[in-house]
Each structure stands twice: as C-alpha cells, then as structure tokens.
C-alpha cells in the first residue's frame, strides 16, 4: 500500500510547475528528448531523497500528528491552497542558465542542486504524507525502501510522458504554452488543496 502511496507521491511532486519544471520542459523541445529525460531525472532524485527525509522526521512525531489530524489536514490543505495559487496567478519565470557545452551528468546536476535548494518541497511532501494516511499504514523494515521506490516511479513515469508530449508535439508548442501547462499544474495542486480541505471538515 505506502507503494502505491509513494508512486502517487512522486506523480504529484512532478507535475510540471514553477521554474525548474518550466526548464526541463524548454530542454525537451528545443535540445531532444534525452536532455529533457536527464534533466528530470535530477528533479525526481530530489524529491526521492527530501521524501525519505520527511518520512523518517514526520514517523518520530506521529503520534501527535495523528492526535491533530483534522486540523493539520486543514492547516496543510490551506499551505497546498496557496502554493497552487501562487503558482497559477503569479507569472513564472525561465531561469537564465548556461548550457552550452553540458553534457548529460551536468544537466542532471544542474536541476538537482536548483531542486535540492528548494526546501518547501518538504513541507508540500509533509503534507501529502498527511493527507494521503501514509502515517496510518503499519511500517516495516522495507517501508523506506518501498516509499522512495514508489516516488521514483512515480515521478520518472510523470516525466516520462510530459517529455515524450513535448518533444513529439514540440512544432505545436511554445513558450506561452509551457506557462499555461506551469499554470494548470497550480491550478491541479489548488483543487487538490480545497478538495481535502472539504473532506476534512466531511469527515
């Protein structure tokens, strides 16, 4: 179960918004689907390890989690609330990055150490835990293991098919069109935000 947990994890982590994402994108359509790939797989490397690191904090101090669990649902469905509507009404921007010359090893650290420095990503990854009942599940000695696997698959399957769309439908799109993906990535992260807000006043 925290498997199929964690795969819906890294599904949600990788949806393409927010500058890093918006690069990965440009990388697959204008320098190939490779780059694009290698790229990605920087950015769902952090999410695997900020995942793990937020399960082993958030497991010492469950017990209080599950004492509060409504109102941390709502506290944590407000914060998801606002990075999706950050995220759909503010204008992104493409970061200025140097590539000439990278070749694959450089692009998959160029977006690890943007990504890793992105330290809200635990917090959004906190509350998906939170929202998802991954604290309710019983844990095992393969329960890390397990979870980060499933953050892995989640999020190289995401990218998968974001870069594959991208490269292949690349003559159809542009760079406004990155930003309404980017924008309705928010908006995905704003309805999940208020629809567990609703079920947690529903339950």
């Not at 906190?126 to 698959?153: A, D, H, Q």
């Not at 990155?178 to 529903?202: D, E, M, P, Q, R």
Request: with cysteine; proline share 1%; charged share 15%.
């Amino acid at each position: 179960m925290i498997f199929f947990k964690g795969i819906i994890t890294g599904i949600i982590l990788s949806l393409p918004f927010g500058p890093v994402g918006i690069h990965c994108m440009e990388k697959s359509m204008t320098e190939g689907e490779k780059k694009g790939y290698i790229s990605a797989l920087g950015m769902v490397s952090v999410d695997i390890i900020y995942g793990i690191i937020s399960f082993l904090f958030i497991s010492r101090i469950d017990h209080y989690i599950i004492k509060f669990e409504t109102p941390l649902k709502v506290l944590i469905s407000v914060f998801l609330i606002f990075i999706g509507g950050k995220k759909y009404f503010c204008k992104n921007e493409i970061k200025e990055m140097d590539d000439e010359n990278y070749n694959l090893v450089q692009d998959f650290f160029e977006t690890f150490l943007l990504s890793i420095f992105n330290i809200s990503s635990l917090f959004v990854i906190t509350g998906i835990y939170t929202l998802l009942g991954i604290l309710n599940l019983e844990i095992k000695e393969t329960t890390v293991l397990e979870l980060g696997f499933g953050i892995g698959i989640g999020g190289i399957s995401m990218w998968f098919i974001t870069v594959f769309l991208i490269y292949h439908f690349k003559k159809c799109v542009t760079v406004d069109i990155l930003f309404k993906i980017s924008k309705c990535s928010g908006l995905v992260i704003l309805l999940f935000g208020i629809g567990t807000i609703i079920f947690a006043f529903y339950k």
